[in-house]
């Protein structure tokens, strides 16, 4: 089950005063006449409450301060204020009177040429934005102030803003970008003599460390950017670095210290008047009570923590501390009221995807996974199975069904009736798997628990629905574990198609995996047996989850020895509502080409090894080509270019290459895993990334990477992120990628065998079942056969040249 511990990251905000707060100026108050005077005493009276954290006096001040600079016409005072007004709007957590007041300092900084308050007004508004949760908008916002100071010799300025972009990354789950950020702003801010600044990066370093589990690297950066804090008097950032450092010690179970941590944060925050701070502060001890079984202490902190975030306007903040207060009313039974908690705390969560890239979407949902999957634990708790399949599916691939669906508004998940109606029209019964936690495991960012159980959810085309809870008390390995177990035990290592592959004629190992696979199957597939139809051919839909993406279902065995795939027809899809939008009526030409490819000149890719020629799937893709009536465009003549050109027209697309799992385009700020090789020409690498295929407009019914681990990526909340989520977001139907390296020769059986299948009008996985137990009786082997999933629409394929 999941607890929320929240990484909060230590304010940077721009300040000429070091280690303060958001300065108000950075262009003196002048005092050439009596009234201005006046003004600039006022000024200076907000700026002793404001450094005294009294921070409504400072508001007070400053807005009689404005109001006479703006009688007298004082452009560039009235431009100082309102950043300053921005500045202690900020501290009171009131974000939406910040943004409009460093907007509008920015705007007349900038028609007064003043570029280091424009600069410092949009770094404001940057936090401003991030804490509203508009991360986007926050990094586009300090990336600007960056431009503007790249013509300045203002280093510390610029430390400051690499280090609020860090944090906007951070946010993001985007750690990579984040890290690099923070190592700058603490590189500049080393050479500048400032220690907050090197004080703050510390922290925010050991932040990001102990998001990814590096505990022991976290906690060196916290304890070196606490005793810089606290050497030269910076109470609230010292505060943040205490709050976090017991967040360490918490993911490390040592919750004594952790209470002892978070209490001094506590004081502090109270101290410096942070309420924001304080509110995260009070969910951390609430969380680190529960862990010692003092839930009566627990509750009274997360409630006092939910009523001041209710006073904040950060719904990241107030989602959770309501999340985690739920979590402490599941365990002592409080059903209903956890519910609702975690129904608003979702509803804010989903507001702070609004307005992001895909790419963005993804990252942050990422982080956002495991209230879903609380609340999913509460309605079962409830005996309310239909709801939470509900939550489960409303909780994965929210970004992708958005961007198939093309849709300027989010679309709402499916409602059970919905799911149901989807079963009905595809006459199939689904299957949906969803992965829980240890009730132990302390989510930080994107990080991942092991499984506790599984739940599982079968739809039948009638509408009946069967719930399950599968246990892994039995198992002697972890879920995780178990996958990969099985995948090596058949000899599904490798990255390219053909490479580190070895089959014999008659490979006698056919049964040699068959312990792993009936363990899985015995805990996946057994407890709903009698719910799944008795006719192989009728339609079995998967909605995997986490791990399960990895795992070939075709091969598990059930007691008798029998592959799933000899008892069931099977599709995949990331998430129910994602298959219903593949299988929506989609206009497409009437003459829609074929594009077949094979064995293009393989480009040189530095840092992995050499690509090999791939006869097999030259013949293979000869084969197909005659099937569609078409010529194969192999060898020198697949140059990336062409084939990318080819495929925006083409009804099927049959690529027969190697596929690159590894290769990350570093052009990427968050990079999509995966490439297809293609031959290079002119200024193209040869290499057709996952991202230049979403970049595509697609209207494939059927596209086929024959080629190795097209199916993988990297697994997150929102599904698999690689090859096949990039067609499918492109516009393809439906996909058949695979698993993993596949050998040549039973590949080119295989697919060839799928062709013919299609050209007697099955569906797409009456199709590749077919072809799989025909390969299986060549090449028994699950390796050979076992490694292709169709993904999407199982529609026959329509209005396309292929010949009898």
């Not at 495991?370 to 199975?385: D, E, K, R, S």
């Not at 029998?562 to 599709?571: A, M, Q």
């Not at 697609?698 to 599904?719: F, M, Y």
């Amino acid at each position: 089950m999941m607890l929320s511990l929240l990484a909060v990251m230590v304010p940077t905000l721009l300040t000429s005063f070091d280690g303060k707060a958001p300065t108000p100026s950075a262009i003196q108050v002048t005092q050439s006449s009596e009234t201005t005077t006046t003004a600039s005493g006022t000024f200076r009276a907000g700026m002793r409450a404001f450094e005294a954290n009294d921070y409504e006096l400072a508001i007070a001040s400053w807005q009689t301060a404005l109001e006479k600079f703006r009688a007298e016409g004082d452009q560039d005072n009235i431009a100082v204020t309102l950043n300053a007004l921005a500045a202690a709007n900020l501290s009171l957590g009131r974000y939406g009177e910040a943004i409009a007041y460093s907007r509008d300092s920015a705007d007349l900084a900038r028609s007064l040429n003043h570029l280091s308050l424009e600069a410092q007004a949009l770094g404001n508004l940057g936090i401003a934005y991030q804490a509203s949760g508009r991360y986007a908008n926050a990094v586009e916002t300090y990336e600007q102030a960056l431009t503007l100071l790249e013509s300045t010799e203002d280093s510390a300025a610029i430390a400051q803003l690499h280090g609020l972009l860090g944090n906007a990354y951070q946010a993001l789950g985007d750690y990579f970008s984040a890290i690099t950020a923070q190592e700058t702003s603490l590189e500049i801010a080393a050479t500048v003599d400032s220690p907050s600044l090197e004080a703050t990066a510390q922290m925010n370093l050991g932040g990001l460390y102990s998001e990814q589990g590096d505990y022991s690297a976290a906690i060196a950066w916290y304890e070196q950017g606490i005793a810089l804090a606290q050497d030269f008097g910076f109470l609230g950032s010292a505060a943040y670095g205490l709050n976090n450092l017991g967040g360490t010690y918490q993911q490390l179970g040592q919750s004594e210290a952790a209470i002892v941590h978070f209490q001094e944060s506590f004081a502090l925050a109270q101290q410096t008047g942070n309420r924001a701070l304080q509110a995260t502060v009070l969910t951390n001890l609430g969380v680190a009570y529960e862990d010692t079984e003092a839930f009566e202490q627990a509750m009274e902190s997360h409630q006092a923590s939910v009523a001041i975030a209710r006073t904040v306007e950060d719904p990241r903040l107030l989602a959770d501390a309501l999340n985690n207060l739920a979590h402490t009313q599941l365990l002592v039974g409080e059903l209903t009221d956890a519910e609702i908690a975690l129904k608003e705390s979702i509803q804010l969560l989903s507001s702070l995807r609004e307005g992001l890239t895909d790419e963005d979407k993804v990252t942050v949902f990422d982080t956002q996974i495991y209230t879903y999957n609380l609340l999913m634990q509460v309605q079962v708790a409830q005996g309310n199975y239909e709801a939470a399949l509900e939550t489960s599916e409303q909780g994965r691939a929210r970004a992708f069904v958005e961007v198939v669906a093309e849709e300027d508004v989010a679309l709402s998940p499916p409602s059970i009736d919905q799911i149901k109606q989807t079963a009905r029209e595809l006459d199939a019964t689904i299957i949906e798997y969803a992965i829980v936690p240890k009730d132990d495991f302390t989510v930080q960012g994107r990080q991942r628990g092991e499984t506790g159980e599984i739940f599982v959810w079968v739809v039948a085309p009638s509408g009946q629905t069967t719930f399950k809870r599968l246990s892994l008390d039995q198992a002697n390995f972890t879920l995780e574990e178990q996958v990969q177990q099985s995948r090596t035990a058949i000899g599904a290592l490798g990255r390219a198609r053909g490479l580190g592959v070895v089959l014999g004629d008659n490979a006698d190992t056919a049964f040699s995996t068959a312990e792993q696979f009936q363990a899985i199957y015995a805990q996946l597939i057994a407890p709903i047996e009698d719910a799944l139809p008795s006719d192989p051919d009728d339609l079995v839909v998967l909605i995997p989850h986490e791990s399960l993406f990895y795992l070939p279902f075709a091969a598990l065995q059930d007691a008798d020895g029998r592959y799933l795939i000899e008892r069931h027809t099977l599709l995949t899809a990331p998430a129910i509502q994602l298959l219903d939008l593949t299988l929506e009526d989609k206009d497409l030409p009437s003459t829609a080409s074929s594009l077949v490819v094979g064995n293009p000149e393989m480009p040189l890719i530095s840092n992995l090894p050499t690509l090999q020629p791939l006869p097999g799937a030259e013949s293979e893709a000869q084969e197909i080509a005659r099937l569609f009536q078409t010529e194969a465009i192999i060898g020198s003549a697949a140059t990336e270019s062409a084939v990318a050109d080819k495929m925006e027209t083409a009804g099927v697309i049959h690529l027969a290459t190697h596929g690159l799992l590894d290769y990350i385009d570093t052009q990427q700020r968050i990079p999509i895993p995966g490439a297809i090789a293609l031959t290079p020409s002119g200024t193209d690498d040869g290499l057709l990334t996952a991202s230049e295929i979403a970049d595509l407009s697609l209207i494939a019914q059927l596209v086929v990477l024959s080629a190795c681990d097209t199916g993988l990526g990297e697994v997150t909340g929102d599904g698999v992120v690689g090859l096949s989520r990039s067609l499918i977001a492109a516009g393809a139907k439906s996909t058949v990628v695979s698993l993993w390296s596949v050998p040549d020769e039973p590949t080119s059986i295989l697919m060839q065998t799928f062709y013919k299948e299609l050209q007697e009008g099955h569906n797409k996985a009456e199709a590749l079942r077919q072809a799989m137990l025909q390969t299986k009786e060549i090449y028994p082997n699950p390796l050979a056969w076992a490694a292709f999933v169709l993904v999407g629409n199982p529609a026959p394929l329509q209005d396309t040249p292929l010949s009898l």
